[in-house]
């Protein structure tokens, strides 16, 4: 007997234009979308702050205008490979609620310094009906070269994947299978990418400025869960009125 292959259904679509904002000097930044993220939404946000010599700072907090926290990822922050003078992460908000505020702010522990940018990026998706968002995995890594291949997070589901770059230099290209996530654009010093509606991991996939070919680059995936529901097998009863029910040969009576 033939088996169709199974389809993936698009539960993930991109939900509106992503968002980039930048400061010198400052230990905060923002992004500001056009349009407040709707109920329901799941919103993917990347963040990076630069010093002049090493330091090690911690990210106090992500949160929007109205309050709502985002979560930190669980490998966040992680330095650039450049002796501790870059530091970057991700967050993520899986199910915006109804006051989600279109802008968000990353607060590190330290100002960047030296006229440094901090910045953040931020990407809006949503979910189809019947399904929720649910963190799934993610997974960091950092190179000396122009090829941003790494890293490959592990995925369990219908995910979106959300790759993050933050350099030295400018991102030149988003290779495929990636997709420009409108976050964050090349010539800032960071880019953000998305494939969605997959269940094999992706790795990263960009191209550096090769005149510093120094990075950071992290992916988080975020599995689509059903919301369905099938009924027990115990829920299920088979009712018959009393009578008579003829089986083969002969009568099967019910009392």
């Not at 654009?185 to 998305?194: K, P, R």
């Not at 509606?197 to 960009?206: I, L, R």
């Not at 950071?216 to 009712?239: G, N, Q, V, W, Y």
């Amino acid at each position: 007997m033939f088996l169709a292959p199974e389809v993936h259904a698009a539960v993930w679509n991109k939900a509106q234009t992503g968002a980039y904002g930048q400061t010198y000097g400052s230990a905060t930044a923002h992004c500001t979308f056009a349009s407040h993220p709707a109920l329901g939404d799941t919103i993917l946000v990347g963040f990076a702050t630069y010093f002049t010599s090493a330091t090690s700072t911690t990210i106090t907090s992500v949160k929007d205008s109205n309050n709502n926290s985002y979560t930190i990822s669980p490998q966040s922050p992680i330095f650039n490979a450049d002796t501790n003078t870059t530091e970057m992460g991700i967050a993520y908000l899986l199910s915006a609620p109804s006051n989600a505020s279109n802008t968000i702010t990353v607060t590190w522990g330290k100002a960047s310094t030296g006229g440094h940018l901090t910045s953040i990026w931020c990407d809006d998706f949503s979910l189809s009906s019947g399904y929720v968002a649910v963190f799934d995995s993610d997974a960091t890594a950092t190179g000396t070269t122009d090829s941003v291949n790494a890293p490959t997070t592990s995925v369990s589901g219908n995910d979106i994947v959300y790759s993050t770059v933050s350099t030295k230099a400018d991102v030149t290209a988003l290779n495929s299978p990636w997709l420009d996530g409108g976050g964050a654009g090349g010539g800032l010093e960071a880019y953000s990418g998305y494939v969605a509606n997959t269940t094999s991991p992706v790795a990263a996939n960009m191209t550096t400025n090769p005149i510093v070919p120094l990075w950071a680059s992290m992916e988080e995936a975020i599995r689509a869960s059903s919301t369905a529901t099938s009924p027990s097998p115990s829920s299920t009863i088979l009712s018959l009125a009393k009578g008579t029910l003829a089986v083969g040969r002969g009568n099967l009576s019910i009392y």
